[in-house]
């Protein structure tokens, strides 16, 4: 049996949008780059958040080249053969074969590193992001500010129109008439799924 440290392993950092998972995930692909290593970066094609398709681009304006996806069979044709580090940005957005796709490519010595939303406006698990944390050897989850009082924020606002988004809009809005705010669990609202859940208590 092998103890030594072979390569191939997954990591995951999620967390609520503005809380600097781009700029991680930026920091570990430039230090591979550093290092030598043969990195490929994909991004999924449905954030096209600076119009930069071909960037991964972190809120202040840190870049990287990346190839846009719109699934795991597309990144699974994509990379390199030699590639040593595997970085995916906005992984919220892909199915759920993207768990498989980031298992084999560990398993074939890949440094598979993932960034992503790990929870949707409502507050509840966002595509196949719970799974690839349970699958992850190390997830790093990342909190922002909350706009409204200043504590760590851990849920994504969605605002239509200013307002507080209702629960039943759909997870992804084509067309980007909403605007988000990160906020924590306290000033978070959800209007319809706070009166469900109050008429629990
Ligand atoms: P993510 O990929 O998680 O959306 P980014 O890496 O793109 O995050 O951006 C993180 C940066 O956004 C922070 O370093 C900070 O300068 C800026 N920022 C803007 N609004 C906030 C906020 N409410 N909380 C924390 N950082 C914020
Ligand atoms: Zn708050």
Not at 129 to 144: D, F, H, N, P, Y
Not at 182 to 201: F, G, I, K, N, T
């Amino acid at each position: 049996m092998f103890h030594g440290s072979r390569p191939g392993s997954i990591e995951v950092i999620s967390g609520v949008m503005f809380s600097g998972k781009s700029e991680e995930l930026i920091r570990r692909v430039r230090r591979a780059i550093i290092a030598r290593r043969k990195v490929d970066v994909f991004k999924s094609h449905l954030d096209a958040r600076y119009a930069g398709l071909y960037h991964v681009t972190s809120h202040d304006g840190l870049e990287l080249d990346a190839i846009p996806v719109d699934t795991a069979a597309e990144i699974v044709r994509q990379v390199h053969a030699d590639s040593e580090m595997v970085a995916i940005d906005e992984a919220q957005f892909l199915d759920d074969d993207i768990v498989t796709v980031c298992t084999g490519l560990a398993n074939r010595g890949v440094r598979v590193v993932l960034a992503g939303t790990d929870t949707d406006f409502r507050g509840e698990p966002f595509g196949p992001m719970g799974s690839l944390m349970a699958v992850a050897e190390q997830v790093t989850k990342l909190r922002a500010i909350c706009v409204v009082c200043g504590d760590e924020a851990c849920r994504n606002q969605r605002l239509l129109d200013g307002k507080p988004a209702r629960y039943d809009s759909p997870t992804i809005m084509v067309g980007g008439r909403e605007s988000y705010e990160a906020r924590c669990r306290h000033c978070h609202r959800v209007p319809s799924a706070d009166e469900d859940q109050r008429a629990l208590l």
